[in-house]
Structures are given as structure tokens and as C-alpha cells.
């Protein structure tokens, strides 16, 4: 007999913040590289280029520039980061309808979501491409969309018994498949 897995919940907003940062990871890990990269190279060419003007005429360093450079760079990359969990908390306000009074079950079929008021449906495992876990919650990705489960409302038990299942049926984010 196969064990099924029912979950009701709500999710909150930094459980889909979390959620977020996790498809963004493992579907387009090099978005959150190459902005702050960019970023860094850029003071990095600016500094280099201040000390080799400085070294090259034989004048003083211009530390002022060379900290006003860094400090430029460190407000962009802080911006970043705050833009980023903005966008996450704006596009939480959105799906909030979708994420409240859930009832999700879980077993060796697939997922099956309820959703007070909205609708339901069953997806089957192969539909998932791959699943990523945090802190706060694990995804199921499949496409250009996820689907949340919070740990919050899991015992320790049941958090194992998502892993497995998820680990049985679907590929885990960032994982190479063993040839």
C-alpha cells in the first residue's frame, strides 16, 4: 500500500520569497552571478585603471577615487539584492490566491492540489523536470513555473518522506544525472 502525503497550508510570504530564489537558482543560475560580477569587474577597472594613471606619472594615489569606486559598487550590489526581494514580495501579493488553503497530497502517483475557491488537479511526477530545497520549503519546477511545499507545516517525518519521494521521482536541482 502506498503511503500518501496530505498537507493543508497557507503559504506566507517569505516562504514564497525563498521558493522564488530557488527556481531562480536552479533554472538560471548565472543570473544571480553576472550583474554583480559586471559589477565588481567594472570597480575593479576603475581602481586598476587610478592606480596605473597614479603609477605611471609618478603622482599620489587618489584614494578618495579608489573608495568612492568601491563604495558605488557596494551600493549597487546592495540595491540589487533589495530590488530582487521586492520584486519577490510584489509577485507574492499576486499569487497570494493561489497559495491560500491549500490542500496538496503527495504519494507515488503524483501531486494532487486543491485550492479553496480556485480549483484542482493532478500532476504526475514525470510533468517535474526537477526540485530544489531551502530552509523554508521545497519546489517542484516543471517549465517556467514551481509549485511550493512549506516545511512549516511538516513533522521531521514528513519532511524525510517529501525528500524521498521527491529524490524517487523526480531529478534534484543542480545534480548531474549518473551516466
Same mark, same amino acid.
Given at each position: 500500500?502506498?503511503?500518501?502525503i ?16 530557488l527556481? @531562480?537558482?536552479? +533554472? ?6 553576472? #550583474?554583480?560580477v559586471c ?5 575593479l577597472?576603475?581602481?586598476?585603471t587610478?592606480?596605473l ?5 609618478g ?12 563604495? /558605488?559598487?557596494? /551600493? ?10 521586492r ?5 507574492? +501579493? ?17 501531486v ?8 484542482e ?11 530544489s530545497?531551502?530552509?523554508k520549503?521545497? @519546489? ?12 512549516? /507545516? ?7 518522506a @517529501?525528500?524521498? #519521494? #521527491?529524490?524517487l521521482? @523526480?531529478? +534534484?536541482?543542480? /545534480?548531474?544525472e +549518473?551516466?
Amino acid at each position: 500500500m502506498e503511503e500518501v502525503i496530505e498537507l493543508s497550508f497557507t503559504l506566507s510570504e517569505a516562504e514564497y520569497c525563498e521558493a522564488q530564489s530557488l527556481y @531562480i537558482r536552479a +533554472k538560471q543560475p548565472w543570473i544571480r552571478v553576472l #550583474l554583480p560580477v559586471c559589477i565588481l569587474v567594472g570597480t575593479l577597472l576603475v581602481v586598476l585603471t587610478n592606480l596605473l594613471k597614479s603609477f605611471r606619472d609618478g603622482s599620489p594615489v587618489d584614494w578618495a577615487s579608489v573608495i568612492l569606486s568601491l563604495a /558605488v559598487a557596494f /551600493v549597487f550590489l546592495a540595491l540589487l539584492h533589495f530590488a530582487r526581494r521586492r520584486g519577490f514580495r510584489r509577485r507574492f +501579493k499576486i499569487e497570494a490566491p493561489n497559495l491560500t488553503n491549500v490542500i496538496m497530497q503527495l504519494d507515488d502517483s503524483g501531486v494532487r492540489i486543491q485550492i479553496a475557491g480556485r480549483g484542482e488537479g493532478t500532476t504526475q511526477w514525470p510533468t517535474f523536470s526537477t526540485w530544489s530545497e531551502g530552509d523554508k520549503v521545497f @519546489i517542484m519546477i516543471s517549465g517556467f513555473t514551481f509549485r511550493p511545499i512549506p516545511k512549516s /507545516v511538516l513533522s521531521p517525518t514528513e519532511v524525510d518522506a @517529501i525528500r524521498n #519521494l #521527491l529524490t524517487l521521482h @523526480i531529478k +534534484k536541482a543542480g /545534480v548531474a544525472e +549518473k551516466s
